[in-house]
T-cell receptor, first 113, second 112 residues
């Protein structure tokens, strides 16, 4: 039973470069979430989708961040251009829907130099 | 403005004893609560949940208690084992599309 799969596990890039993080949710789950974890802010919700439709993107820090979910089995989070303050661990999670627990991937550790 | 707070950043407990992790929330509309465990370099793993219609839920060594009037929940681990050493997060949501708010986490260290 494959869990939520994220790639890459680690990403090191230079300031100004485009970064794309990828997520494959658990099959059958209809909600997908992108979280960011930092020392200062803990786990913060960036955006979530329900049935591939973005429901709430109020947590996306600024226009440099964008997320897509072209189908039920794939989502991307893109940062363009990246900045050092974007350095964090980015988690993707999926769930069956309302009142269901989130299942997290192992995260992508992003370092922007 | 954190809606879910874990005021103890760390907790140390002797193996075999009880571990009690606490969590407070401010939004009275929250009606579903979760606890997660996180090991380094891994994603958070779901442990146990409770809905607002209950005040207690048990799963093996783990019990979650909910006090709605105090807006407080706690996770009890009995008996604690060294493998329980991890960071524990509580999370809460209302019924609005499953949006979860997480606390900042408590690092539990169970000493052998």
């Amino acid at each position: 039973d494959a869990g939520v799969i994220q790639s890459p596990r680690h990403e090191v890039t230079e300031m100004g470069q485009e970064v794309t993080l990828r997520c494959k949710p658990i099959s059958g789950h209809n909600s997908l979430f992108w979280y960011r974890q930092t020392m200062m802010r803990g786990l913060e919700l960036l955006i979530y989708f329900n049935n591939n439709v973005p429901i709430d993107d109020s947590g996306m820090p600024e226009d440099r961040f964008s997320a897509k979910m072209p189908n039920a089995s794939f989502s991307t989070l893109k940062i363009q251009p990246s900045e050092p303050r974007d350095s964090a661990v980015y988690f993707c999670a999926s769930s069956l829907g309302v009142a269901s627990p989130l299942h997290f991937g192992n995260g992508t550790r992003l370092t922007v130099t | 403005d954190q809606q879910v707070k874990q005021n103890s950043p760390s907790l140390s407990v002797q193996e075999g004893r009880i571990s009690i992790l606490n969590c407070d929330y401010t939004n009275s509309m929250f009606d579903y609560f979760l606890w997660y465990k996180k090991y380094p370099a891994e994603g958070p793993t779901f442990l146990i949940s409770i809905s607002s219609i209950k005040d207690k839920n048990e799963d093996g060594r783990f019990t979650v208690f909910l006090n709605k009037s105090a807006k407080h929940l706690s996770l009890h681990i009995v008996p604690s084992q060294p493998g329980d050493s991890a960071v524990y997060f509580c999370a809460a949501s209302d019924d609005n599309f499953n949006k979860f708010y997480f606390g900042s986490g408590t690092k539990l260290n169970v000493k052998p």
